[in-house]
């Protein structure tokens, strides 16, 4: 191979050399432009969208939720003559020993007027609060009746019962409460009152004392 052949063959293995190193570098510029593109977009790949349900997994859905709601009412609703200590429930009937009295007092006494059971004791602040407010209720109603009921498991002093009835001037009744019956009718915090319509069901539940705008109010809307 004379010196003229060489020269072009080196000159073309040159251009060979060149033409593959440009082409690296842009193939490795956009290989870089990718990645950068990528990173600067957020992952979406990582949130998984819900399947759809078809018409009938969301129908038999529907169905069994209402058929389990339907079970549970019916479960939770107690017939009129289902005795109980709770709101919708016909209330336990019991006598107790009036205060000062040798006269007992059955609840099921009061049948045909709506009452008001109120579960008290003589050291009770709040008892203390709402005992003007019952006494003034009861003077002014016809149609209801408070009937106080002294948690006697609490007394220190069975005396100090008639004096708070005195100190406040009570002239509805209140008795003597069982032992027995505090547990029977969840009383846990004083005072704890029970309405009670002319049926004899309990409408409502209230724990802490009460005024006789609240008595007023609650009443007017139990037959």
Not at 153 to 162: A, K, M, R, Y
Not at 198 to 209: A, C, F, L, Y
Request: charged residues 25%; proline residues 5%; aromatic residues 12%.
């Amino acid at each position: 191979m004379n010196k003229k052949s060489f020269r072009i063959v080196l000159q073309v293995l040159l251009a060979a050399v060149v033409l593959f190193v440009v082409f690296d570098f842009v193939r490795d510029y956009r290989n870089e432009q990718d990645v950068r593109e990528e990173a600067s977009q957020p992952e979406i790949s990582a949130v998984e969208e819900p399947e759809e349900q078809s018409d009938e997994e969301t129908a038999e859905f529907n169905y069994s939720e209402e058929l389990e709601t339907e079970t549970e009412s019916n479960e939770d609703t107690p017939s009129p003559m289902t005795y109980g200590a709770e709101p919708g429930y016909t209330i336990y009937d019991f006598e107790l020993q009036k205060v000062g009295s040798e006269e007992t007092v059955n609840i099921s006494d009061y049948r045909g007027k709506k009452v008001f059971l109120n579960f008290w004791a003589s050291w009770c602040p709040p008892c203390a609060v709402e005992a003007p407010h019952l006494q003034s209720f009861s003077e002014a109603q016809d149609d209801v009746v408070v009937l106080g009921v002294n948690v006697t498991i609490s007394e220190s002093n069975l005396d100090n019962v008639q004096g708070f009835i005195d100190d406040y001037g009570f002239t509805f009744p209140n008795v003597y409460g069982a032992d027995e019956m505090f547990d029977l009718f969840y009383v846990e915090s004083l005072p704890t009152s029970l309405f009670i319509d002319s049926k004899g069901v309990i409408q409502e539940r209230v724990v802490g004392p009460v005024t006789e705008d609240v008595l007023n109010a609650h009443f007017s809307m139990i037959d």
